[in-house]
């Protein structure tokens, strides 16, 4: 807020900056509430809860490297964590829970390309 003193008037002046910031921040609650995140958390959910039930089977094997390795049991979780945390944003919406969230994808999307050794290749 700027403050202009005139010999007979006193002036006050709307801060610029302020007004950006707020109309900013608006503007990012309401699409983020456009996307509806708690849809989209709920599926994060259910594909963690899937990535994790379909991979009990591994457990009954006689030795796998996915399972030594603990990648269904990380990677699930990750998907509940970033699936909660768009469930939380819908109600609590700030930049804090959207930068968790966002967080937490990209990690898991760089730890997938760390495991390339089991992707499919095809035979020489």
Not at 8 to 30: F, M, N, S, Y
Not at 34 to 63: A, H, N, R, W
Not at 72 to 78: A, R, Y
Request: charged residues 15%; hydrophobic residues 40%.
């Amino acid at each position: 807020m700027a403050v202009s003193v005139l010999s007979d008037l006193v002036r006050v002046h709307e801060d610029v900056i302020a007004t950006k910031v707020t109309e900013r921040q608006q503007a990012l609650r309401e699409s983020l509430e456009k996307g509806e995140p708690k849809s989209l958390g709920v599926s994060q959910v259910m594909l963690g809860l899937l990535v994790i039930s379909y991979s009990l089977p591994l457990c009954f094997t006689d030795f796998s490297e996915v399972v030594n390795t603990g990648t269904p049991w990380w990677s699930g979780f990750m998907f509940i964590a970033a699936g909660v945390t768009g469930i939380i944003t819908e109600k609590h919406c700030t930049i804090k829970s959207t930068g968790v969230s966002s967080t937490f994808c990209f990690l898991l999307y760089r730890v997938k390309h760390t495991f390339s050794q089991y992707s499919v290749r095809p035979l020489p």
